[in-house]
């Protein structure tokens, strides 16, 4: 159908325009962070996680990602601080990786890509009313992102990647409770933020991005499993492995990048 889009030769971020104009637009995701040209904010305060009550529901292959979904019918998981003015509820995490010895990350930093790349993906319910509303509505979302770092074993990412051979296969969910993922962030949460897009289709430029400075650290074995999941479905014959799904750098266009102290 016509909007599929992936990340191969002929579906990929370069041809996303085609079904999804605005991917040309004035505020898409991702960028090159250049850390001294972020303006330093002192008005910007910490970034506040409330995530001790939140409910992990499921982990899943949308063919896309590896996204693990939580409940989100009221406030007992957000995001506040920062330079939002409203708590945001956390509706889903997902990665982004390379291929064996690439880096995957989408923001970059001086030009430099990490290996990965964590999102935190959260949405304005005092606002807005549905979700979908927020997705497509200029700043209904914040994502919260986390460079990922290859070194020591990460201590709880083994709770994800345990689960990775369960939804090897696009259209695979599988029972996913009781997971907190505030486990995965590094101590510090000094951020640059600034205003743009999902970076997948449809790209709605509804997105204050928060991306964290400090990379937590994984060991190449915990990333190697990522790329045991396929794009693929169970009963297609060709089994593509699910790598490289990061959309590059997008121009700034004008947009200033704040840094946390
Ligand atoms: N890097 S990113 O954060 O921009 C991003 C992704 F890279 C990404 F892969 C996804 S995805 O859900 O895994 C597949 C694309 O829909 C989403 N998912 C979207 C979404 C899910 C939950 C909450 C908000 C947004 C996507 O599913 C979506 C967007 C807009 C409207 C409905 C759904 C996403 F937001
Ligand atoms: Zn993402």
Not at 66 to 90: A, K, T
Not at 103 to 114: D, I, P, R
Not at 181 to 199: D, V
């Amino acid at each position: 159908t016509g909007n599929q889009w992936g990340y191969g030769k002929d579906d990929g971020p370069s041809a996303w325009n085609k079904n999804y104009p605005i991917a040309d637009g004035d505020r898409q995701s991702p960028i090159d962070i250049l850390p001294h040209q972020a303006r330093h904010d002192p008005n910007l305060g910490p970034i506040v996680l409330n995530y001790d009550r939140c409910t992990s529901i499921n982990i899943a292959n949308n063919g896309h990602s590896v996204v693990v979904e939580f409940e989100d019918s009221d406030d007992r998981s957000v995001i506040q601080g920062g330079p939002l003015d409203n708590p945001y509820r956390l509706k889903q995490f997902h990665f982004h990786w390379g291929g064996k010895g690439c880096h995957g990350s989408e923001h970059t930093v001086e030009g430099n890509s990490y290996a990965s790349e964590l999102h935190l993906v959260h949405w304005n319910a005092v606002k807005f009313k549905t979700f979908g509303d927020a997705a497509s509505t200029p700043d209904g979302l914040a994502v919260l992102g986390i460079f990922l770092e290859t070194g020591d074993e990460h201590r709880w990412l083994h709770m994800i990647t345990d689960a990775l051979y369960t939804v090897k296969f696009k259209g695979s969910v599988t029972d996913f409770k009781g997971f907190n993922p505030k486990c995965l962030l590094p101590s510090s949460l000094h951020y640059w933020t600034y205003l743009g897009s999902l970076t997948t289709p449809p790209l709605h430029e509804s997105v204050i991005w928060i991306v964290v400075k400090e990379p937590m650290i994984v060991s190449e074995k915990q990333l190697g499993k990522f790329r045991t999941l396929v794009f693929t479905g169970e009963e297609e014959d060709e089994r593509t492995r699910m790598e490289n799904n990061f959309r590059p750098p997008q121009l700034l266009k004008g947009r200033t990048v704040r840094s946390s102290n």
